[in-house]
Every structure is written in structure tokens, then in C-alpha cells.
């Protein structure tokens, strides 16, 4: 998640304000000692631009079967 975070160039203050969340939240997310709840975790795909199946890639779950948004 990192990477996605750094692509925007946004630091980790920045992303937690804009998914109304802390640093060290943040933090724990990027070092993988945390996932975030659903909520959050559609907040996050909007701010980072990316799709919920890859910000599930991101964080190491296993979306094998899951369909790509729009169904293909």
C-alpha cells in the first residue's frame, strides 16, 4: 500500500486525514500489521485510485474467483 500511497504523493498524514483516520493507523496498514475495515477500505481505493480487488492484492488476500468491478 505504501507504493499505491507514494504514486499519489501523498505521506501518511495526508492519506489519514483523507480516509478520516490516524498515522499511525495508516502505519499499521502499509507494515501489514493491520487490515482496514470494509468502510475504510472502499475509502482507500477511491483516495489511492485503484480498484477494491487490487487494494485487496495490496494487503495479501486471496481474491482468486473474485470478479473485477463491472463483472469481467
Known amino acids: 500500500m505504501k507504493a499505491l500511497r507514494e ?6 498524514a495526508e492519506l489519514a486525514h ?9 502505519r499499521n496498514w502499509e507494515n501489514a500489521n493491520a487490515i482496514p475495515s470494509f468502510d475504510k477500505a472502499v475509502l482507500l ?7 477494491l480487488k487490487q487494494l ?3 494487503f495479501g488476500c486471496d481474491v482468486k474467483g473474485l470478479e473485477d468491478e463491472g463483472g469481467s
Request: charged share 20%; hydrophobic share 50%.
Open 7 to 12: 504514486a499519489i504523493e501523498l505521506t501518511q
Open 45 to 51: 481505493a477511491k483516495v489511492l485510485g485503484v480498484s
Open 18 to 26: 483523507a480516509v478520516n483516520s490516524t498515522e499511525k493507523t495508516v
Open 56 to 58: 485487496a492484492i495490496e
